[in-house]
């Protein structure tokens, strides 16, 4: 028995469920359409009833919400009633609007019957002020960092930006808000005057423009350009150089915490030896023949962990400087050393010649002294017994 009370049950709500929708059917002829709109324009949404009983209303909701009749954008056009037909108009659509909108049928001596839904989708537009051009600085120096970015609004779906006269695209970055393009590059002086133009746009959005003008100032000025921009280990090469505008006539001097290491070129390559300390400056200066004079410093950047305190009281700061004075050393070594030789050698021919001479010359000495000796003479000596007269 609780099993047939069940089923007829089920059954009648079968049967009511069928006969709502076939009232339905009978009393709506027309539901409201989704519509796709773009913002800032109107939509309308329609029911149509069988019937035109005057005594009939009609109300809308949006999302389950009654749709405020207060709102100066909104009006309830009832100008068709007489054939059965109620309009929800919405004009100036903001982004707000976007919903599914119903409408809920109060017929006379009938029960409520609610619409199916139809979804305002709303194509947004960026606000007028975008697209924005923007720089970091006002005026840039001679071989500072340039970044341009190009900013607009985040909205759905989203524009497309892009600089002009460019051939690649950059990549859209964003957050919740906004996004935007960059492009970034040294700042040189034929950039001064230099306009940039970036280009917003869609497929139901006609092409916005803005644009930026760069400011390079001509002054002396140096930087630094690092190799790679990272954290170097202990044993990497550090390549640098110092670029500017200068004339080809132009002197540099390089420093490692106001120690010279370096002159005359505008390059130069560190070593990162363990004695070195992480945040040691390296500084390029440049002397025109002005007296102005240019000069730009970078710290380095060196992994800590593979440093080591060593015994170095004069804190020897690049590799540079070791390779400098050891050559210098040695050059002056070998010249020294090429000197003394010289020396001895012009000694030991002056010795051996001297020898030569000597030993070529002494028969011809013995010669004259010979020759310059008296004859020997015959003395005859008498004996006689007697004496002689001076001695009577």
């Known amino acids: 028995m609780e099993r047939n009370s069940n089923l007829k049950r089920h059954l009648c709500a079968i049967i009511m469920i069928c006969l709502i929708s076939e009232l ?10 989704s519509i796709t709109k773009k913002e800032g324009e109107s939509a309308d949404f329609t029911v149509t009833l069988n019937e035109g009983d005057p005594r009939t209303t009609v109300t809308w909701y949006k999302d389950g919400i ?3 009749k207060n709102d100066s954008r909104i009006t309830y056009d009832e100008v068709e009633r007489g054939n059965g037909q109620y309009t929800l108009r919405i004009t100036s659509l903001k982004r707000s609007d976007k919903g599914n909108y119903n409408a809920k049928c109060e017929i006379y001596s009938r029960e409520d019957i609610r619409t199916q839904n139809a979804e305002l989708t709303l194509i947004e537009i960026p606000a007028e002020e975008y697209p924005i051009c923007t720089t970091w600085k006002k005026t840039y120096n001679i071989m500072d960092l340039v970044n341009v970015t ?10 497309n930006l892009k600089f002009e006269r460019r051939k690649t695209n950059s990549t859209i970055l964003g957050n919740e808000t906004n996004i935007w393009i960059s492009m970034e590059f040294r700042a040189v002086p034929n950039l001064n005057g230099q306009s940039y133009t970036c280009r917003q746009f869609g497929d139901r959005l006609s092409a916005e423009y803005c644009e ?6 001509n002054e002396i000025n140096v930087t630094i350009l690092e190799q790679e921009d990272k954290l170097y280990d202990v044993g990497d090469i550090i390549k640098l150089q110092c670029i500017g505008n200068y004339s080809k006539r132009a002197n540099f001097s390089w420093f490692i915490n106001e120690k010279k290491i370096l002159q005359y070129s505008n390059m130069v390559e560190i070593k990162i030896e363990k004695y070195m300390n992480n945040g040691d400056n390296v500084t390029c200066k440049i002397i025109e023949n002005s007296p102005e004079e240019g000069n730009a410093s970078v710290s380095l950047r060196i992994n800590s962990n593979e440093l080591t305190v060593e015994e170095d009281p004069k804190r020897v700061c690049s590799n540079v400087e070791v ?14 050393i090429t000197v003394i030789l010289f020396l001895i050698l012009l000694t030991l021919l002056y010795s051996t010649y001297h020898l030569y001479q000597i030993k070529k010359n002494k028969p011809d000495k013995l010669l004259v ?3 310059l000796l008296p004859r020997s003479s015959t003395r005859i000596t008498t004996v006689s017994d007697d004496p002689p007269d001076s001695a009577i």
């Open 24 to 33: 339905q059917s009978q009393t709506i002829l027309s539901q409201p359409k």
């Open 66 to 68: 009654l749709v405020d």
């Open 150 to 159: 190009c900013v607009s609004e985040n909205i759905n779906p989203q524009p």
């Open 323 to 336: 390779h400098v004075s050891s050559i210098g050393a040695i050059i002056g070594l070998l010249a020294t």
């Open 212 to 217: 930026i003008t760069l400011n390079v100032t």
């Open 369 to 371: 002294q010979h020759h």
